[in-house]
């Protein structure tokens, strides 16, 4: 029998199991584990399952599995979490992590963790809803008309306050969510988008508020990020 060490953690209720694997071998990563750890009543239970792996240029490198075993290229709240696991080891004011097609940057802030997620690209835009791409590609609804596609994540702002955007979440791969790291700067994106220049952004998911700044070109996602349990898990 076999025990594969884990950690727990959630931003605003997206909660994730960590695996790492940058000084010990890791079980071959397929869908079925990833699942089987995902799963709520006979596994750990998680939206995504973030794997640490070792990296010459970086800090880590980073893998993100969602909870039917496809693979992720982004996950802005789960850099937050590896972000903050990796500066509370180095003691270092900021930490690389790489991922499928960026590098990204972590720090310490008064309130949390702020991860400079690299560029987000607009790929299309109509009166109902604009398309972002951020290493994941998330459609953001400011009016929900037709069918939601299944092949990106869904962004659903129901209404806006100035600053403050109020979204629902739909992620590829893991279904409803509380919140969405990625998809709050693709939220942030969307509407500077549509406003014609960028300015800092509250955004409200149903798990809690995040701040979104930065420009297109170098998106800024922070917040608060909690540690909620370690242990074994038996393979």
């Given at each position: 029998m076999r025990f594969l060490p884990f950690r727990k953690m959630h931003a605003?209720?997206?909660?994730?199991?960590?695996?790492?694997?940058r000084n010990?071998?890791?079980?071959?990563?397929?869908?079925?584990?990833?699942?089987s750890l995902a799963d709520r009543r006979t596994g750990i239970g998680c939206d995504q399952v973030l794997v640490l792996l070792a990296d010459d240029g970086c800090d880590a490198a980073l893998r993100i599995f969602n909870n039917d075993g496809s693979e992720a290229g982004n996950c802005g709240n789960g850099l937050r979490c590896?972000?903050?696991?990796?500066?509370?080891?180095?003691?270092?004011?900021?930490?690389?992590?790489?991922?499928?097609?960026?590098?990204?940057?972590?720090?310490?802030?008064?309130n949390g963790v702020r991860v400079h997620m690299g560029k987000a690209r607009v790929t299309d835009s109509t009166g109902a809803h604009v398309d972002i791409d951020i290493g994941n590609t998330h459609?953001?609804?400011?009016?929900?008309?037709?069918?939601?596609?299944?092949?990106r994540n869904v962004e659903i702002v129901s209404g806006q306050v100035a600053d403050d955007a109020f979204v629902d979440i739909i992620e590829r791969g893991a279904g409803r969510t509380p919140s969405c790291g990625s998809g709050a700067c693709a939220t942030a994106v969307a509407i500077w988008h549509q406003d014609g220049h960028a300015r800092p952004q509250h955004i409200h998911?149903?798990?809690?508020?995040?701040?979104?700044?930065?420009?297109?070109?170098d998106v800024r996602l922070e917040g608060p990020v909690s540690f909620v349990f370690a242990g074994e898990f038996c393979l």
């Open positions: 605003q209720g997206n909660d994730f199991v960590i695996l790492d694997g010990c071998e890791l079980p071959e990563l397929d869908a079925e584990l990833m699942v590896i972000g903050s696991l990796l500066l509370g080891e180095s003691g270092t004011e900021s930490t690389s992590i790489r991922l499928r097609d960026r590098i990204v940057r972590a720090e310490h802030i008064e459609r953001v609804f400011f009016e929900a008309i037709g069918d939601f596609p299944d092949d998911m149903p798990g809690g508020m995040v701040t979104v700044s930065g420009t297109p070109d």
